[in-house]
């Protein structure tokens, strides 16, 4: 959950008990209001083409309003109230910011493998330590914003808990970054996506959370949602012995208990349907599905987060093999939302500009446009529980702009030019203009109970 400082401390609740707390206590209470910042100014935005994503319908000349971080009216003659500052995009394409429902903020590959080889990430478990991570993952945060992604959902390989970190860094004005939904530590049968050593079977942790039996899946998950995950992952199918469809059920009856959805990294047509059955609300990668899979994705409203790598990183049979996939499960009418998956080193390119590149699968394999704008904004935010991925009364000021129509060219994402989230300004004029916070918290990592599938 996101609280804005504005509607804590604006909030009647607040006044009443600040009241009762001088009452009480007959003195003044100074230091509070140095805590809070000034309240925001309405802005309003002038719009030359808003995208619906819902629809694919593109509305002229909207003036869209913001109060307090959310969107409060929006058409032709809305009329701009007194002391709002107005953000002029008459000559640009708005939309809702982007979201990634699959990233991993706090891992980065540098030794240039191949993403075949699980090596690679394993040696980054090895060689970095969280903070390092970290460190990193601050400015990979920062890089998807300023290309114009608002959310993400992070999908664990973040040492011990980095992701955690940064989401609480980035709630709570330390760092600037997307909104996030975070995984912790991935659940899975002995080894996780590793062959480990005989003499050292623990270098495997705490990147995975070994769980076989179903007491240590329950712990497993109890222990995650303990130290701040809101979303755990299952790894299903990277051992000969994968999670059955009982294992996975006591992990999601587990999970969905407290409000926490379940993701599963799931490859084989097997595992994905031992996922699908046991009731997680998404498959992760999925690449190989059989049409029956699939259509049971489509009844049950499973999500499909392909992560389809660019043929570049995949070789051409595998970026193929994965246009088939999208086109069937398309065709089918599965639920699909976008999730890169992009966890390697690029020099002079960022982890956003690289994000986009994974959208170009879903394009060479005909799925509409309005299709793929939905995957990479309603559809995630749907999945991710988020109030976001639309433009529109009531959503939170999620929006990006640019000179481009993307429903032209998807390419057109690549200019995003203006960035807000949650009503504040991160990108205009296509310059990063946060200025250094001066107004702080600590989210706490624990959420309430039944919260996080709803993470406002
Ligand atoms: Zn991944």
Redesign the pocket.
Known sequence: MITQWSQVYSSKGLSVLVVLFLLMFGSTFPALAQFAPPPAEPIIIRAGHVIDVATGDVLENQSILIEGGKITAMGSRVVAPDGAQVIDLSDSWVMPGLIDA?T?LALMEMDGSDIDDAGSYYYASLIEDTSMRVAQGTQMARSMLESGFVWVRD???NGNYGDVTLRRAIQGNWIPGPNMVAAGRMIAPFGGQFQMNPEKPLLGEPEYFYADSHEEIIHAVRENVHYGATFVKLIIDNQPYIYSEEDVRVAVEEAHDMGVGVMA?AMSDEGIRNAVLGGVDSI?HGFNPSDETLQLMADRGTYLVG?DFPASRLGDARYQSNIERNKRAFAIGVPMAFGS?A?YYEAGRTRGEQTLDFLRSYVDAGLPMDHILRMVTMNAADLLGANSGQVKVGMNADIVAMSSNPQDDIENLRGIHFVMKDGDVYVQDDTFVRETPRYHNNPRRKQPRGNMLNQN
């Open positions: 699959h991993h999908t664990g390989n990294h992760e992560t998956d966890v």
